[in-house]
């Protein structure tokens, strides 16, 4: 079945500083691929995504880029601030209704 | 617009016992999906639920069970309860299949289980 490799598990950078989390994907059907936010006592939330025929994808601050040859993609969020301090999940979907997530980076944002 | 809500938020049974937890997804949305969320496994879908009827399964043991209503309004139930049920249970819901786009989650509802 698919497996998702997020890497790093923990992150912690300066305020504005960049961090980069990095998702690893094996099965090639996959073709939309969600980045979610965590806050503690809350229920994932949707911050950006991907699909497939796309390169790379921005939005103010965060941005993703999709590599389908390597099977892989990546989170990048310039400029931190300490609000963005939270764990954040990537996830690989199938048309086939598939939907594996990575295990979790916790990214702390120190002011 | 209402976000996801889930009911009850928190809750606490006996081993061997059942639960049935509620979800209703935003207005119009057909899908509503189900995660378990826990520090060991990470976030593992359970069941996806489109026009009542379920469209997809994870990898979870029959004890896990879920419907879901013409208002789109899901349940899922656990019988049998073990310890290793003790989890936060998060649904899902979105306009068209879920693994297709947007998914908006809500807040969990959090289950130990003693």
């Known amino acids: 079945g698919e497996n998702v490799e997020q890497h790093p598990s923990t992150l912690s950078v300066q305020e504005g500083d960049s961090a980069v989390i990095k998702c690893t994907y094996s099965d090639s059907a996959s073709n939309y691929f969600p980045w979610y936010k965590q806050e503690l006592g809350k229920g994932p939330q949707l911050i950006i995504d991907i699909r497939s025929n796309v390169g790379e994808k921005k939005d103010q601050r965060i941005a993703v880029t999709l590599n389908k040859t390597a099977k892989h993609f990546s989170l990048h969020i310039t400029e931190t601030q300490p609000e963005d301090s939270a764990v954040y999940f990537c996830a690989a979907n199938t048309n086939a209704g598939k939907s594996t997530f990575g295990d979790g980076t916790t990214l702390t944002v120190k002011p | 617009k209402a976000g996801v809500t889930q009911t009850p938020r928190y809750l606490i049974k006996t081993r061997g016992q059942q639960v049935t937890l509620s979800c209703s997804p935003i207005?119009?949305?057909?899908?509503v999906s189900w995660y378990q969320q826990t520090p060991g496994q990470g976030l593992q879908f359970l069941f996806e639920?489109?026009?009542?009827?379920?469209?997809n399964k994870g990898n979870f043991p029959g004890r896990f069970s879920g419907r879901q209503f013409s208002n789109s309004r899901s349940e899922m139930n656990v019988s049998t309860l073990e310890l290793g049920d003790s989890a936060l249970y998060l649904c899902?819901?979105?306009?068209?299949?879920?693994?297709?786009?947007?998914?908006?989650f809500g807040p969990g509802t959090r289950l130990t289980v003693t």
């Open positions: 639920y489109f026009s009542e009827t379920q469209r």
């Open positions: 899902a819901s979105s306009l068209g299949r879920a693994t297709l786009g947007e998914q908006y």
């Open positions: 207005s119009g949305h057909r899908s």
